[in-house]
């Protein structure tokens, strides 16, 4: 039981990542009922042994596979395009920060406070103990307070990164050159796990990305602390 738990990704942190996931069900229903279908038609016809040699068209069959699909269309492009509208949708942000890939690391900026900068390194592996994930940990963890409207300011100094986070419905770019944004709003707290998802190059499994979510007031303390 607990080597198939590995296999899973994290639950869901983030409304949009349930949406996601609502989308991803309605979707694999859809595509279930629709490859039960055609089995059991071609299970049909294998097995079937009458023939008729004077067939040549069916207009209605042909009229209702060619209106069958179009409607299958409307009910997966619908939802699909609601969905993209709400992973768009920029709201009232709490908080601002502004993340910057390099070769083969993140730095992190809060410009709403204290204009608070690090740098979040993967710990070597022969640095870690038995309480860390291999190829996971960092060193500074960005730290968000849960129940709150973040804003995501993504650029890259050198090649294109991808800063995600499964669990949170996050990958967006970082493109040299370019400013990139995107929100989330965490439900709950936690630590949540993501990598660079764009082949940058040599390191480009050693850039991990550890966000770590904790209560508004421990988040103001933390920022008291740093000076």
């Known amino acids: 039981m607990s080597t198939w738990k590995t296999l899973l990704l994290q639950d869901s942190a983030s409304p949009l990542m349930e949406q996601l996931m609502y989308f991803h069900d309605h979707t694999l229903l859809i595509l279930t009922i629709i490859t039960i279908l055609i089995s059991q038609i071609l299970i049909y016809i294998i097995m079937n042994k009458f023939s008729y040699r004077l067939l040549l068209e069916g207009q209605l069959i042909e009229l ?5 699909p179009a409607i299958i269309l409307i009910f997966i492009a619908l939802p699909s395009l609601r969905l993209l509208y709400i992973l768009d949708e920029s709201q009232n942000s709490t908080l601002t920060i502004k993340t910057i890939g390099h070769q083969w690391f993140w730095s992190y900026e809060y410009s709403d406070y204290k204009n608070i900068k690090f740098n979040s390194y993967m710990i070597p592996t022969n640095e870690l103990d038995m309480t860390k994930f291999r190829l996971l940990e960092v060193d500074n963890r960005l730290i968000i307070p849960f ?6 300011l993504i650029t890259s100094s050198d090649v294109i990164h991808s ?3 499964p669990s949170l419905g996050i990958k967006i770019d970082g493109t040299p050159g370019r400013l990139n944004q995107s929100n989330f709003f965490i439900n709950r707290t936690g630590l949540f796990f993501g990598q660079c998802s764009e082949i940058c190059g040599a390191n480009h499994s050693f850039m991990p990305i550890v966000l770590e979510s904790i209560s508004t007031n421990n988040f103001l303390k933390w920022i008291n602390s740093i000076n």
Do not use: A, D
């Open 64 to 68: 209702i596979w060619t209106i069958l």
């Open 163 to 165: 800063w995600t986070i």
């Open 147 to 152: 129940n709150s409207q973040v804003r995501l």
